[in-house]
């Protein structure tokens, strides 16, 4: 286990008294490195979960433990490496993750109404910058978390608590479900492409004392080491997505950054469509420090966590006018700052998430493909409405032919009837 920290005249990339980050050198950075040794949150490793799906509540409370079969443990005790002055040695497609000086001027984090406003267009350059071929971005969950009630206050949010448990957020069935939701009749033309599923989270106010992200490289997994677990909604019972759960094995390199500080983000994949990348994501979980290496007196942590899809158009398909209609079109209003405008989120956490689609109009010619497609989706369900009530009037009319028929047989019965009578002796 890592020795004690020596706190005597110990220089940290804090200045505790000002709460401000020191301007690091790469020496000062790799001097600070130091790893650590955890143990962390596994599925068990039960039989059970080769014939029976994993389910798990979310939100996930205590009094859930009857109503989930999924069941957690400790690993062996493992390695996190230290990023701190090697954070270039790391890629989303190589390793699933990267960390990137990414400073915010945004400071208000209890306002919701600003956040949607500012820090939402700050992450979405943010993706443009960092991430390769990005033609379109729609976030479609935000969270804030902080420890207990003492953590960060926001208006009209509750606390959310960190995630102690080695997970993926998503397996590929609810990516594209959340694609088709959240893009609608576009998702055909989006799923011929490049999706991804990339999460930012940053430290907020303070950097990271006691609790931090660890993310595992994505490309050393093997094939099994995720098994996908429905997650069912809390209050309703009912199927809400799915995400990735996973057993301890010997193997799994895993990271983090000391002293993460509000200008370190970190960029990692919760899934990738891509084949052809080493890491088409990577497992995460919070971890707590070991508490010998946690500085007296420090805060708890506090950060927040953003999620996007990010698309690359097909190959192909993007018009000459792609480029000019990207570089001069406003993005279209965020239903996200717009929510956060009228404070009418109750919370940012598992049961009610925040969504949002920041996107780029599309050009010209994919408009009208698109239109064309609407109008053609809706003359079918217009033809199928019709062909309906057709079926139905020609079920009515062979009922009111048959009642019909019935009628005049009978009435044929009656003149026979009157016929003979009329024919009687004489």
């Given at each position: 286990?890592?020795?004690?920290?020596?706190?005597?005249?110990y220089?940290s990339?804090?200045?505790v008294?000002?709460?401000k980050t020191?301007?690091?050198?790469?020496?000062?950075q790799?001097?600070?490195?130091?790893?650590?040794?955890?143990?962390?949150?596994?599925?068990?490793?039960?039989?059970?979960?080769?014939?029976?799906?994993?389910?798990?509540?979310?939100?996930?409370?205590?009094?859930?433990e009857?109503?989930?079969?999924v069941?957690?443990?400790?690993?062996?005790?493992?390695n996190?490496?230290d990023?701190?002055?090697?954070?270039?040695?790391?890629?989303?497609?190589?390793?699933?993750?990267?960390?990137?000086?990414?400073?915010?001027?945004?400071?208000?984090?209890?306002?919701?109404?600003?956040?949607?406003?500012v820090?939402?267009k700050e992450?979405?350059?943010?993706?443009?910058r960092?991430?390769e071929g990005?033609?379109?971005?729609?976030?479609?969950?935000?969270?804030?978390?902080?420890?207990?009630?003492?953590?960060?206050?926001?208006?009209?949010?509750s606390?959310?608590?960190?995630?102690?448990q080695v997970?993926v957020d998503?397996?590929?069935?609810?990516?594209i479900?959340?694609?088709?939701?959240?893009?609608?009749?576009?998702?055909?033309?989006?799923?011929?492409?490049?999706?991804?599923?990339?999460?930012?989270?940053?430290?907020?106010?303070?950097?990271?004392?006691?609790?931090?992200l660890?993310?595992?490289?994505?490309?050393?997994?093997?094939?099994g080491?995720?098994?996908?677990c429905?997650?069912?909604?809390?209050?309703?019972?009912?199927?809400?997505?799915?995400?990735?759960?996973?057993?301890?094995?010997?193997?799994?390199?895993?990271?983090?950054?000391?002293?993460?500080?509000?200008?370190d983000?970190?960029?990692?994949?919760?899934h990738?469509?891509?084949?052809?990348?080493?890491?088409?994501?990577?497992?995460h979980t919070?971890?707590?420090?070991p508490?010998?290496?946690?500085?007296p007196?420090?805060?708890?942590?506090?950060?927040?966590?953003v999620r996007?899809?990010?698309?690359?158009?097909?190959?192909?398909?993007?018009r000459?006018?792609?480029?000019?209609?990207?570089?001069?079109?406003?993005?279209i209003?965020?239903?996200l700052?717009?929510?956060?405008?009228?404070?009418?989120?109750k919370?940012?956490?598992?049961?009610?998430?925040?969504?949002?689609?920041?996107?780029?109009?599309?050009?010209?010619?994919?408009e009208?493909?698109?239109?064309?497609?609407?109008?053609?989706r809706?003359?079918?369900?217009?033809?199928?409405?019709?062909?309906q009530?057709?079926?139905?009037?020609l079920?009515?009319?062979?009922?009111?032919n048959?009642?019909?028929?019935?009628?005049?047989?009978?009435?044929?019965?009656?003149?026979?009837?009157?016929r003979?009578?009329?024919?009687?002796?004489?």
């Amino acid at each position: 286990m890592p020795s004690k920290i020596d706190t005597t005249g110990y220089t940290s990339p804090v200045e505790v008294s000002t709460g401000k980050t020191k301007n690091l050198s790469t020496t000062d950075q790799t001097s600070l490195r130091h790893d650590v040794q955890v143990e962390l949150q596994y599925l068990v490793d039960d039989p059970i979960y080769d014939s029976v799906k994993p389910v798990q509540i979310t939100p996930n409370f205590a009094d859930d433990e009857r109503r989930t079969n999924v069941r957690l443990c400790a690993g062996d005790p493992e390695n996190l490496n230290d990023v701190r002055g090697r954070e270039k040695e790391f890629s989303l497609d190589a390793n699933g993750f990267k960390f990137v000086k990414a400073p915010t001027s945004f400071k208000d984090w209890s306002s919701q109404p600003k956040i949607g406003q500012v820090y939402l267009k700050e992450m979405e350059d943010l993706l443009k910058r960092e991430v390769e071929g990005c033609d379109e971005i729609i976030f479609y969950d935000a969270r804030i978390r902080q420890e207990g009630e003492k953590g960060l206050k926001v208006e009209g949010l509750s606390y959310n608590p960190f995630a102690r448990q080695v997970h993926v957020d998503n397996t590929e069935r609810s990516v594209i479900e959340k694609v088709k939701a959240l893009t609608e009749m576009k998702s055909d033309f989006l799923l011929r492409g490049r999706y991804q599923i990339i999460n930012i989270w940053r430290p907020i106010k303070h950097p990271v004392y006691d609790c931090g992200l660890a993310v595992a490289d994505g490309g050393k997994l093997k094939k099994g080491d995720v098994r996908e677990c429905e997650r069912h909604r809390r209050d309703t019972q009912e199927y809400w997505d799915t995400m990735g759960v996973i057993k301890y094995r010997p193997g799994f390199r895993w990271y983090y950054m000391s002293y993460q500080d509000e200008e370190d983000c970190l960029l990692f994949k919760n899934h990738d469509s891509a084949l052809d990348v080493p890491a088409r994501f990577c497992l995460h979980t919070a971890f707590d420090m070991p508490p010998e290496e946690i500085l007296p007196d420090m805060p708890t942590r506090e950060s927040i966590e953003v999620r996007a899809l990010v698309f690359t158009h097909p190959r192909g398909e993007r018009r000459a006018s792609e480029t000019r209609m990207l570089q001069q079109s406003t993005p279209i209003p965020h239903p996200l700052a717009e929510k956060l405008e009228r404070q009418e989120l109750k919370r940012i956490d598992d049961e009610l998430t925040i969504t949002d689609r920041l996107r780029e109009d599309i050009d010209e010619a994919n408009e009208v493909k698109d239109a064309v497609l609407l109008l053609r989706r809706k003359e079918i369900k217009h033809l199928e409405q019709v062909n309906q009530k057709l079926a139905e009037e020609l079920r009515e009319s062979n009922d009111e032919n048959q009642r019909l028929l019935r009628r005049i047989e009978r009435q044929e019965q009656e003149i026979q009837k009157w016929r003979t009578e009329a024919m009687g002796p004489r």
